[in-house]
T-cell receptor, first 113, second 112 residues
Framework: DSGVTQTPKHLITATGQRVTLRCSPR?????VYWYQQSLDQGLQFLIQ???????AKGNILERFSAQQFPDLHSELNLSSLELGDSALYFC????????????FGQGTRLTVV | DAKTTQPTSMDCAEGRAANLPCNHS???????VYWYRQIHSQGPQYIIH???NNETNEMASLIITEDRKSSTLILPHATLRDTAVYYC?????????????FGGGTRLMVKP
């Protein structure tokens, strides 16, 4: 158990819909990272938050957005869903520095039908 | 962040040591070498990381060359449960964040 909790574990929704994925970081961790893993692609970095502020952006679509709340949990919002958004979405957390380990949750499997 | 080069796949006999190489010839002085593994669609699992010195923990050993341009992850006694994709990542910190950038990794198959 990494200490990072993601909910829900599985999500099935229709094209055009909007969903919210939730991540609770390990206690004390200030940084949260979101990743997408599609069937035919590797782990793609989406976005990082540090203590409530956006820190870095990767290959995140404009239809996707995220935020980190004062209690440090984070949400990833995916809207106008397309079939190609079907993927595993992972959240990771770390204390913040590059010398500190990042631990991953078990992911949310999103299926868009 | 510096890019890494890893073999696409490797085999190892159960009970033997698995040595996974990684090249990171453009690594900068303040960048760490991290190793993660992913077992069949589970969340990536942290294994070990280091800056300059060799490191050892309960899972593995990390050997970093003196010039820091390459490293080797050693699983001392591989088991079938070690079958996974292993990622070598060079991670630094700059104004653009300190995310982990995953490449293709090495698919390690441990065979009985």
């Amino acid at each position: 158990d990494s200490g990072v909790t993601q909910t829900p574990k599985h999500l099935i929704t229709a094209t055009g819909q909007r969903v919210t994925l939730r991540c609770s970081p390990r206690s004390g961790d200030l940084s949260v990272y979101w990743y997408q893993q599609s069937l035919d692609q590797g782990l793609q970095f989406l976005i990082q938050y540090y203590n409530g502020e956006e820190r870095a952006k990767g290959n995140i679509l404009e239809r996707f957005s995220a935020q980190q709340f004062p209690d440090l949990h984070s949400e990833l919002n995916l809207s106008s869903l397309e079939l190609g958004d079907s993927a595993l979405y992972f959240c990771a957390s770390s204390e913040g520095g590059s010398g500190t380990e990042a631990f991953f949750g078990q992911g949310t499997r999103l299926t868009v039908v | 962040d510096a890019k890494t080069t890893q073999p696409t796949s490797m085999d190892c006999a159960e009970g033997r040591a698995a040595n996974l190489p990684c090249n990171h010839s453009t690594i900068s002085g303040n960048e760490y070498v991290y190793w993660y593994r992913q077992i069949h669609s589970q969340g990536p699992q942290y294994i070990i990381h280091g800056l300059k010195n060799n490191e050892t923990n309960e899972m593995a050993s990390l050997i970093i060359t003196e010039d820091r341009k390459s490293s080797t992850l050693i699983l001392p006694h591989a088991t079938l449960r070690d079958t996974a994709v292993y990622y070598c990542i060079v991670r630094g910190a700059n104004n653009a964040g300190n995310m982990l950038t995953f490449g293709g990794g090495t698919r390690l198959m441990v065979k009985p």
